[in-house]
């Protein structure tokens, strides 16, 4: 390791780190504990009220509470899709692996709003899929098609669905798939090898593709803005709302620290399931 | 290729089939939205987004903020992955660390945190402001593409260097550098794309008038869909679509060149 005598180059980041990733952390904290002035600035006025507020009124609670179960059904389901799609690339062969991935890796290269907005645009009022409904005679409002829960919950899983994929994709490969094979030898079924050979095989690509859908997803703005409607309204978009329209900006940190003590916690429990019990493999 | 008795079962097939649909569909909606059959001429839609001027400001605003933004946050990687690889610096773990949580915390946290950055030292917010924000999330990326890559290099060719007199600037630009082109050009790449993409976090740090192009896209959408949309859309999801194939086949070309020098 050598030493540089000049001025440390490494320092150049750290200080980039610091200033503006680190100090507005810590004035995030600290904001949350003052007050909103009348125009919409900060007063330098210590107090608890913000969290009071929080934790006192129902409607904030219902709101984090929906958007944890919309977080957390979204995990499910792109669990319950990765798995399979990702057993099934995996025994493709080198060029259908190639190509396959090609196409599945596209669309995770759209850009968020284009994606939603292609999603809004096949349910729109005016769209195809209520021309097809009305063809085949279902009526259904089309207003409350093109803008409802269900449809943020496409949306998420169309985003985060490649993000769950590509670790376990990974784990798939990385599997010694000779112990599934002394499973099948001995004679059981398939099903029960999937469940108690495989997955616990592939577990730390499942911890980290949980972790990368459900922590994006929990604090998500785009989706349920554009996709779900008024009524719709989640943890993302209350936090925004705070700090972009209602300017209440000590308000909305208190918001912002909350939601990142439930994902820390949410994280180190996935963590310590993931690595619990999983043989160091040589 | 797998043996029969380990071939994924049917259904795990109909599932990927499945996805598939699911991920293209709305896609090829947008596709033929975008066309106009209608009228006589086919791409109506598309010259009308290259004859908008609000857009293509817009489009160049992106394209000047993704660039410097890939700049910046190329060259303090490049600082960060040789102090963390290569120096006795001592703050090494608080910059792993930074750069790892970075990546982890939702953009949502990290816009708001810049906003109330800027918010209380009372910063106007423009271009500067999201340049810093866009360098700040991008800066671990950058950290990551150049530490994996300087991990990869032979020490023992840097050490030879120090024994026949080189200090250590030369060594960094005669013997490093040259060996991480590619690498450096991976993380403008990245860095580029996550900044010309980037919508959250510039929607919270921009100031009037700088509106990036995923912003006009997004403040358009909400009013409501129209075939210019899905042409401009169409248009930005090609593009984006042919840099991110050239990522996927510079770095195949780079591997196998490098294949044959070990």
Redesign the interface.
């Known amino acids: ?6 001025v ?7 200080l ?2 610091l200033a ?6 810590i ?2 904290l600290f ?1 949350s504990f003052l007050k909103r002035s009348t125009y919409g600035g ?1 007063e330098y006025q210590f107090q608890f009220e913000n969290y009071r507020r929080l934790f006192e009124s129902e409607v904030y609670f219902s709101i984090f509470a929906r958007s944890l179960f919309l977080a957390l059904v979204t995990t499910v389901l792109c669990l319950t ?1 990765a798995i ?2 990702a ?5 493709l ?1 080198q060029k259908a692996k190639a190509l ?1 991935l ?6 995770f ?14 349910t ?1 009022f005016d ?2 899929l209520n021309h097809w409904l009305e063809k085949f005679g279902i009526a259904i409002d089309p207003f409350l098609l093109s803008q409802n829960s269900a449809l943020v919950l496409l949306g998420m ?2 985003t985060y ?1 490649p993000y769950m994929l590509f670790p376990i994709l990974v784990a798939f490969e990385k599997f010694d ?1 000779t112990i ?2 002394a499973s ?1 030898d001995m004679g059981a079924s ?1 099903s029960l090898t999937l469940r108690q050979v495989i997955l616990p095989g592939i577990k730390p690509g499942l911890s980290a593709g949980i972790l990368m859908v459900f ?2 997803c ?5 989706i349920p ?2 996709l779900g409607g008024a009524k719709n309204m989640l943890v ?1 978009n209350l ?2 709302e705070q ?2 329209k209602a300017r209440d ?1 000590p308000f ?2 208190a918001q ?1 620290v909350v ?2 003590v439930i ?1 820390s916690g949410f ?1 180190f429990a996935i963590h310590r399931w993931g690595n619990a019990g999983v043989a160091k493999q040589s | ?3 029969s ?5 049917v ?3 109909a ?2 089939i ?3 649909l ?6 090829a ?2 596709f033929f ?1 975008s066309l106009d059959f209608q009228s006589g001429e086919l791409l109506q839609f598309y010259q009308q987004v290259f004859n908008d001027e609000a857009l293509l400001q817009a489009l160049q605003i992106s394209l000047h903020i993704a660039l410097s933004s890939a700049a910046v946050s190329t060259v ?2 490049l ?2 992955a ?3 690889h ?7 773990k ?2 792993l660390v ?2 790892y ?2 990546m ?6 990290f816009a ?6 800027f ?2 030292i009372h910063f106007p917010l423009g271009p500067t402001t999201v340049l ?2 866009h ?2 999330f991008s ?1 671990s990326f950058s ?1 990551f593409v150049l530490s994996s890559r300087l991990q990869q290099l032979d020490i023992f060719i840097e050490e030879a260097a ?1 024994d026949l007199g080189a200090n ?2 030369l ?1 960094f630009f005669k013997v490093i550098l040259p060996q991480i082109y590619p690498s450096l050009f991976v993380s403008l790449l990245l860095c580029f ?1 996550l900044s010309f ?1 980037d ?2 976090i510039t ?2 740090v921009n100031g009037v008038g700088t509106d990036t192009l ?1 912003i006009k ?2 403040t358009s ?2 009013i409501g ?1 129209s075939p210019k ?2 042409a401009l ?1 169409m248009l ?2 090609a593009g ?2 042919f840099l ?2 050239a990522i ?1 086949m510079y770095r195949n070309i780079r591997d196998f060149a490098h294949s044959d020098r070990k």
């Open positions: 390791m050598r030493k540089n005598k000049a440390e180059v490494g320092s150049l980041p750290s980039w780190f503006f990733f680190v100090c507005p952390a004035l995030i904001l900060i899709l399979p799609v057993w099934a690339v995996a025994g062969s396959v090609l196409l599945l890796g596209i669309p290269f759209m850009n968020l709003v284009i994606r939603i907005y292609s999603v809004r645009l096949l729109a769209g195809p899983i169309s669905l798939w599934a094979d099948h398939p922590v994006p929990f604090g998500e703005f785009v803005d554009l993302g936090i925004t700090f972009l900006w909305g940190a912002a939601l990142l994902l994280c | 290729m797998l043996q008795n380990r071939k994924p079962p259904w795990a097939r599932f990927l499945f996805v598939l699911m991920l293209w569909l709305p896609i909606v947008m939205n303090l990687g600082s960060g040789y102090a963390i290569r120096t006795g610096f001592a703050w090494k608080f910059l930074n750069s949580l970075a982890l915390i939702p953009e949502l946290v708001l945190a810049l906003l109330t950055l918010g209380m810093v924000a360098v700040s800066l950290i120090a250590s600037r060594i794309l993409d919508f959250l929607y919270f995923p896209l997004f959408m909400r869909h949309l899905s859309s930005l999801t984006l679509m991110a194939i996927f």
